[in-house]
């Protein structure tokens, strides 16, 4: 697709009097047939008037949108480094569990050998 504009209609001098008192009338020069009745013919600059801020808030919404999903991403990142970091502390609780058992059946194995003696 050209980024030309496609030109549809084109200002003529109906009557071919000088430029300064023509009369002017506008003339279809590309096929308007399939265009509704009512369609809205515009100046370019007013076009780009109307389009620039269009854009503008399209690609706003795009940089916004990418800057949701990297504080998507961050947060999931942050959520994986707390279930790790949950996961690492559960091993040192259970860790932590089996060395207070461990000394809990020594400190009963030194009481039964103090009764003895």
């Known amino acids: 697709m050209s980024d030309k504009p496609e030109v549809v209609a084109k200002i003529t001098n109906k009557y071919g009097d000088p430029e300064g008192f ?15 009745i009512g369609t809205e013919l515009i100046r370019l600059s007013d076009h780009e008037a109307v389009v620039a801020p269009l854009l503008k808030r399209a690609r706003t919404a795009e940089r916004e949108s990418m800057s949701h999903m990297k504080t998507l991403r961050g947060l999931e990142r942050v959520s994986m480094a707390v279930a790790d970091h949950s996961d690492e502390v559960n091993v040192e609780n259970n860790l932590l569990r089996q060395e207070r058992a461990s000394d809990k059946a020594r400190i009963e194995d030194l009481e039964n050998l103090l009764k003895v003696h």
Do not use: S
């Not at 023509?22 to 509704?36: F, G």
């Open 22 to 36: 023509a009369e002017r009338e506008l003339k279809a020069v590309a096929d308007i047939q399939n265009e509704r």
